[in-house]
C-alpha cells in the first residue's frame, strides 16, 4: 500500500493518509504475528489450502479498507466485492462511475490485479525460503491448472523465474503503450489490469476511447499473459522446438484464430472497415478468453452467434500456468482425449489406450483430478445460480453473472453486460459472488478445504496427540 500513497502524493489526493496508516498497522500487527515461532515449519496439503484460502480472505479484508474509510465506496460489501474482484483478478465492479475515484484509489484498484495475477503467495515463495515440502504445497494450493509443474528443481527458483517472466511482460508493456502516446497513469493502470488478466480500467468507457494501436498492444499482451509461462521459459532457454510443441498452447491459438474469424464474420454489417471488424472481434475473443474483461465495445448488441461464441470462451479460459482464469485449456483438452478414449474402448475393449499430451502418458490421477474438478464446479456453479434466483432476476443475467465471477472475467450478459455494473445485487447475491470469485482464483478446492468441517477436526485430533 505505500505504492498508492506516494501516488496519493504526488496527485496531491487527501486521502492518501489512509495507506499509509494501514500500512503501518499492517506491519505491526505482523511483527507481532511472527515474533511467536511455531514448533513445525512443515506445511502438508491441508496447512497449504488452508494457509492460501485464509490468507486471500484476510488480504481482501485488508484492502478493502481504503475504498470504505476514504468513503469513495461507502458500502463495506461493496467494498469488500471490489477488492475481491481486483485480487482475484475478475474485473467485476460496483462502481457505476469509475472516473469518480480518486488516483490512488484507482492505482490500487488496478494494483491489486498485478498481484493477484501471478499469486500472493508466489510472491511470497520467490523471496522466502522454507523447509521440506512445504513451498510446494502452498504452490499448488495458490497456481491454477490441473497440475503444478517445475520449470527447475527447486520450488524458490521456479517462483523466482515466473515472477522475472511476469514482470518483464509488464514492463514491455508499458514501454510500447507510452509509445502509443498513452498517459503514464492510464499506461501502468491498463498494465496491471493486462497482466493480471483483471480488467479494471479507468475510464468509464473501459478501452473503447484508446486509439487502434494501443487496442491491438493491449489484446496482443492479453493473449500473452494467457499463455503458460513455461513456454516462455523454454523460449528463454532456446529450447523453441519444445515451446512451439506445447499441445495446449497450440489449441490455445487455435481457439483464439478460429473464435475470432466467426465473429469477424458475423459482425461484418455493424462495424466500419474490415480491420475495426477483425480488431473488435480480435480484442473480445482474447479478453474473455485469458479472463481479463476488458472491452471496447458493447458485445451484449452484438448477433447471437457471437454472443453465444463469448459465453463458451468464459468456460474455456487460458492455459494452465498463466494468469488466466477460466476451466483452462489443458482440462477441456484432457476431457475431450478421456471421452475419445472410452469411445475407443467401446469398439476395442481389449485395447490399451492412453491419454497423452505432449507425447507424454497423461497420469490416471491427473484424469480423475479434472473430472472430479469439472463436476465440483458444476455443483458449485448450480448451487450460485439458485442462490442468485432467489432475488428474481433474469436467467441470462444470473447464469453469466456467475460464470463471469467463477471464472474470474467480469462482464456478462443483460444485466452484468460490458456498459453495466454488480451495483443492483443485494448484499446476498454480492457473497455469494464472492465466493464465487474466490473459488475460480483458487481452482475450488482449498477455499472449500477451508470451509470443510472434516479439515478442522483432523487439525484438533493433531494437535491432541
Request: contains cysteine; aromatic residues 14%; proline residues 3%.
Amino acid at each position: 500500500m505505500l505504492l498508492p500513497w506516494v501516488v496519493g502524493l504526488i496527485y496531491r489526493e487527501p486521502c492518501t493518509w489512509i495507506f499509509l496508516v494501514i500500512s503501518l498497522c499492517s506491519a505491526a500487527v505482523g511483527y507481532l504475528i511472527v515474533r511467536k515461532k511455531p514448533q513445525s515449519t512443515v506445511f502438508y496439503m491441508r496447512e497449504g489450502c488452508v494457509a492460501t484460502a485464509a490468507s486471500w480472505i484476510l488480504i481482501s479484508l485488508v484492502g478493502c479498507l481504503p475504498f470504505f474509510i476514504s468513503g469513495e465506496i461507502p458500502s463495506f460489501t461493496d467494498a469488500f466485492f471490489e477488492t475481491v474482484s481486483g485480487f482475484t483478478t475478475t474485473g467485476a465492479t460496483i462502481l457505476d462511475d469509475v472516473e469518480a475515484l480518486s488516483h490512488c484509489m484507482l492505482f490500487w484498484r488496478s494494483f491489486t490485479h498485478w498481484m493477484g495475477g501471478m499469486g500472493v503467495l508466489v510472491f511470497l515463495l520467490a523471496v522466502i525460503r522454507m523447509s521440506g515440502g512445504s513451498n510446494m504445497n502452498l504452490m499448488r494450493a495458490e497456481s491454477t491448472g490441473p497440475s503444478v509443474s517445475k520449470m527447475v528443481p527447486k520450488v524458490m527458483r521456479s517462483a523466482r523465474i515466473s515472477y522475472q517472466i511476469y514482470i518483464g511482460l509488464t514492463v514491455l508493456m508499458l514501454v510500447l503503450l507510452m509509445a502509443g502516446k498513452m498517459p503514464f497513469f492510464d499506461a501502468i493502470t491498463t498494465a496491471f489490469g493486462t497482466a493480471g488478466t483483471g480488467g479494471f480500467g479507468v475510464k468509464a468507457d473501459s478501452m473503447a476511447s484508446y486509439s487502434p494501436y494501443l487496442q491491438w498492444v493491449t489484446t496482443i499482451f492479453m493473449l500473452a499473459f494467457g499463455v503458460n509461462f513455461s513456454a516462455y521459459y523454454l523460449i528463454l532457454l532456446k529450447k523453441w522446438r519444445q515451446a512451439v510443441h506445447m499441445e495446449e498452447v497450440r489449441w490455445y491459438l487455435v481457439i483464439v484464430i478460429g473464435a475470432t474469424a466467426v465473429i469477424t464474420a458475423n459482425i461484418y454489417d455493424t462495424l466500419v472497415s474490415f480491420e475495426e471488424n477483425v480488431r473488435t472481434a480480435a480484442f473480445q475473443v482474447a479478453s474473455i478468453i485469458t479472463t481479463t474483461g476488458f472491452a471496447t465495445v458493447d458485445f451484449d448488441l452484438w448477433p447471437e452467434t457471437s454472443r453465444f461464441l463469448l459465453v463458451l470462451l468464459m468456460f474455456f479460459g487460458a492455459c494452465a500456468g498463466s494468469t488466466g482464469g477460466g476451466l483452462k485449456v489443458s482440462r477441456i483438452i484432457i476431457m475431450v482425449k478421456t471421452i475419445l478414449r472410452e469411445l475407443k474402448t467401446y469398439l476395442f475393449p481389449k485395447s490399451v489406450n492412453k491419454v497423452k499430451m505432449d507425447g507424454k502418458t497423461v497420469d490416471e490421477g491427473v484424469i480423475r483430478g479434472v473430472h472430479v474438478y469439472l463436476l465440483t464446479f458444476a455443483a458449485l456453479y448450480v448451487i450460485s445460480m439458485f442462490c442468485l434466483s432467489l432475488e428474481g432476476v433474469d436467467f441470462i443475467t444470473n447464469f453469466t453473472a456467475v460464470a463471469a465471477t467463477i471464472n474470474n472475467i467480469g462482464p456478462g450478459l443483460n444485466l452484468v453486460g460490458p456498459t453495466a455494473t454488480y451495483s443492483f445485487f443485494s448484499n446476498f447475491s454480492k457473497y455469494v459472488l464472492i465466493f464465487d470469485m474466490l473459488a475460480g482464483r483458487l481452482e475450488l478446492f482449498p477455499l472449500l478445504i477451508l470451509v470443510y468441517p472434516p479439515t478442522w477436526k483432523g487439525a484438533m485430533r493433531k494437535k491432541k496427540y
